[in-house]
């Protein structure tokens, strides 16, 4: 059973920092990809960065604007990181990790693009 489970959201001062962790489990692919999204209640989701591993590669999005980093842990292909640096108040949302269970080639896909989601992280921006 495909799992994903987000972590490190909470409490933040405009100007922190905050890293967010998303570990996924339950299926053994040869191509996939895992892509960060972030949410506001009555807005659609709004991808952020990804990884791919079908092409290897690390990909953002407008929407990380310099502010956001994603990384993968050394030792497990299934545990991503994004960081979130010099958080503003309109960084406050959901953030959501999914998983693309077939290629993905070299770009970001859309939401709809992706096949199972996590239950989310938030993150709240308040000083």
């Known amino acids: 059973q495909v799992q994903l489970v987000e972590s490190g959201g909470g409490l933040v001062q405009p100007g922190g920092s905050l890293r967010l962790s998303c570990e996924a489990s339950?299926?053994?692919?040869?191509?996939?990809?895992l892509g960060w999204f972030r949410q506001v209640p009555g807005n659609e989701r709004e991808k952020i960065a990804c990884?791919?591993?079908?092409?290897?590669?690390?990909?953002y999005t407008d929407s990380a604007k310099d502010r956001m980093s994603i990384s993968r842990d050394n030792a497990n292909d299934k545990l991503i990181y994004l960081e979130l640096m010099n958080i503003k108040p309109e960084d406050a949302a959901t953030y959501f990790c999914?998983?693309?269970?077939?290629?993905?080639?070299?770009?970001?896909?859309?939401?709809?693009?992706?096949?199972?989601w996590g239950q989310g992280t938030q993150v709240t921006v308040s000083s």
């Open positions: 999914a998983l693309r269970a077939r290629y993905m080639g070299s770009i970001c896909r859309s939401a709809n693009d992706y096949d199972y």
């Open positions: 339950g299926f053994s692919l040869e191509y996939y990809g």
């Open positions: 990884v791919s591993i079908s092409a290897g590669k690390l990909l």
